[in-house]
């Protein structure tokens, strides 16, 4: 996998403790499992929510939907119960 070297500036703190936590030859593969975690909760976020919104928008066309055939479905079963 071809990699690429970026700067970025972290609190003094949480250097110290990741680089206690993670031997010194697997921190580039930590912080890539990391940032791509990351992006793939955003991602599933997204998604998430793109969903809802789908829902909330259908709601009202469902209840059209109800409202328009709903007197077919009683006399549905009406005739049924008979």
């Given at each position: 996998?071809?990699?690429?070297?970026?700067?970025?500036?972290?609190?003094?703190?949480?250097?110290?403790?990741?680089?206690?936590?993670?031997?010194?030859?697997?921190?580039?593969?930590?912080?890539?499992?990391?940032?791509?975690?990351?992006?793939?909760?955003?991602?599933?976020?997204?998604?998430?929510?793109?969903?809802?919104?789908?829902?909330e928008?259908?709601?009202?066309?469902?209840?059209?939907?109800?409202?328009?055939w709903?007197?077919v479905?009683?006399?549905?079963?009406?005739?049924?119960?008979?």
């Amino acid at each position: 996998m071809k990699t690429e070297k970026r700067t970025y500036a972290l609190p003094p703190d949480t250097i110290d403790r990741f680089e206690q936590a993670v031997d010194p030859g697997h921190r580039s593969r930590v912080i890539s499992e990391l940032i791509r975690e990351w992006l793939a909760q955003r991602e599933r976020e997204a998604v998430r929510q793109e969903i809802i919104k789908g829902c909330e928008d259908m709601a009202a066309v469902y209840q059209d939907i109800e409202h328009e055939w709903h007197p077919v479905d009683e006399e549905l079963h009406r005739a049924v119960e008979y």
